[in-house]
Each structure stands twice: as structure tokens, then as C-alpha cells.
């Protein structure tokens, strides 16, 4: 289906470079007919590609600090100033761990860097949906979608303070889900993705292992970014008005399985490998 997002107006927070998941989105909304802006830190800006983006998407980068409150504000009255009015989509991709960039074992967490955890990769989304809310910024029937992952429901060895961060994200979007559609027609909905090789990503220990396993468990195999753009805008869109305050895994069916034939033959063979020592 081609121009799903004709006449819809947006903002991305999160986009960094190429590999980044928001990206994918935002070429892919692009691609749709819609126009957006994009937001990130002035120190992501810094380190990523964004104007690159930005070029090619014929958006505006406004430059923010989506934990500060003057500064969401900022973008969406910028926003709704440069498109010509509301918004009908924003999508939150935000997430950052200093204990997980430091090796900082869960059992050990430094509190500072927790608090940082969990006011960038969760609380920012309230924060968003707050100042989205008061200045009535969505239209009816727009749509807010936030990137999460299954650590919110399940232990993943090594994804430390970012799985309490997702849990309190997907938390979120279901106390404001149901507030922002009561009051204003808004959906709130989050995404539980694959593991995703993205800039951020593939600095985490064990993610090769990690996407190895996730791969042989989901009988679809894993949903790459791309993937998730052509998900994400669907939700973006008028045919998923009706879909609020879910957790929507978009993994291959990962979420639903609990032990693969390949899983299983991996793990036979490491089995035979041991007693053969």
C-alpha cells in the first residue's frame, strides 16, 4: 500500500544514524507521504548523522533534551509551528544506560546512574505524553509509539536497569494510553522488538550471542529494523485507530516460544562438545 501517511504530520525523537531504528522509521514514514521533524540531544547531533536525515527527508532537526520539560516543549511548538498545526504521530526511540555502558553488574547498580536509566528511557515518555497532553499538540486520533523489549516481562542475562526502564515505559503507555484516549481520541502503544544491531546496540556484550539465540528460537527469525519500520508506520496510520495500550511484540514469535528445534540442536551439540572434553 503506498501513501499510508499522506497528509499525517510527525515528530521522531531518537534518530542517530543509519543503523538506528528511528531512522529506518523516518524513511519510512517519508516514504509514506508523511513530514515530520526529528529531535535529539545536541550530543548525539554531535556524534551521529542526522542532517544527512534530515536532507533527505526534508524534515527540521530540533535539538533537545527530551528529560527536560522546556525543551519538549519546545519541539512540539516548533513542530506544530513549522507543519502547520498538530501532529498526528510522534515516536519515542529513547533509551540509555550508564550502568550497562560500564559494565556495572545489576547486584551492584550505582543509584545515579539508575535514576539517569530510568528518567531517559522511561520517564522521558511521560514527560513527552504530558506536554503533548496540556498542549493539546495530537490530533484525534493520532498516535504515540514507544520502542521497548522483552526484558520488561523476562530476565535477559546482562540487559541490567534497561529492563526495569522498559517495564516502567510499557507501564506508562498503559496508565496514559487510557487517559489520552478517553480525553482526546490519542492511541498510545509500544513496541517489544528483536534484538536490533543498531549503533547503541552493538556495543553491548554478548548482543552477536544474543541475536544468534533469538534467531534460531523465533520461527519467523528476528524482525530487523526495517521490519519495524514497515510495522511502526502501519500504527502511525488510520487502519490501527482502534489499537491502544498494548504491548505489541514484533519479534518473529519469540515472545511465545519456549524452546526451538534449532535452539534445541544448538544446545544438544554444546552438550557433546562438553562430554568430549
Not at 531504528?21 to 547531533?45: C, H, R
Not at 523476562?154 to 496508565?175: G, Q
Request: charged share 25%; glycine share 6%.
Amino acid at each position: 500500500m503506498e501513501n499510508l501517511l499522506k497528509g499525517k504530520k510527525g515528530i521522531i525523537f531518537g534518530a542517530l544514524d543509519n543503523k538506528s531504528m528511528a531512522w529506518k522509521i523516518a524513511e519510512k514514514a517519508y516514504e509514506q507521504g508523511a513530514v515530520f521533524t526529528l529531535s535529539n540531544t545536541p550530543v548525539a547531533l554531535r556524534f551521529g548523522e542526522l542532517n544527512e536525515l534530515a536532507e533527505k527527508t526534508n524534515s527540521t532537526i530540533l535539538p533537545a533534551d527530551a528529560t527536560k520539560m522546556s525543551d519538549l516543549q519546545m519541539v512540539f511548538e516548533k513542530s506544530m509551528e513549522i507543519l502547520g498545526g498538530k501532529v498526528d504521530f510522534v515516536l519515542h526511540s529513547i533509551g540509555m544506560s550508564l550502568n550497562v555502558r560500564k559494565k556495572v553488574p545489576y547486584q551492584e547498580l550505582n543509584y545515579e546512574y539508575y535514576v539517569k536509566t530510568l528518567d531517559i528511557s522511561a520517564i522521558s515518555f511521560h514527560k513527552l505524553l504530558q506536554t503533548a497532553y496540556k498542549l493539546d499538540a495530537i490530533n484525534e486520533w493520532g498516535s504515540v509509539v514507544a520502542l521497548s523489549y522483552i526484558a520488561a516481562q523476562r530476565t535477559l542475562y546482562r540487559y541490567n536497569d534497561m529492563a526495569d526502564a522498559k517495564a516502567l515505559l510499557e507501564s506508562i503507555a498503559r496508565s496514559f494510553g487510557y487517559i489520552y484516549g478517553r480525553e482526546r481520541k490519542v492511541r498510545v502503544n509500544t513496541i517489544s522488538q528483536s534484538p536490533t544491531l543498531t549503533t547503541a546496540g552493538s556495543g553491548v556484550a554478548g548482543i552477536d550471542a544474543l541475536m544468534d539465540f533469538t534467531e534460531r528460537m523465533s520461527p519467523l527469525g528476528n524482525a530487523t529494523a526495517q521490519d519495524l519500520a514497515d510495522f511502526t508506520v502501519t500504527l502511525f496510520s488510520d487502519l490501527t485507530r482502534k489499537i491502544t495500550m498494548q504491548n505489541l511484540y514484533h519479534d518473529g514469535g519469540f515472545a511465545s516460544m519456549g524452546m526451538s528445534k534449532d535452539a534445541m540442536h544448538q544446545y544438544n551439540k554444546s552438550l557433546e562438545q562438553k562430554d568430549c572434553k
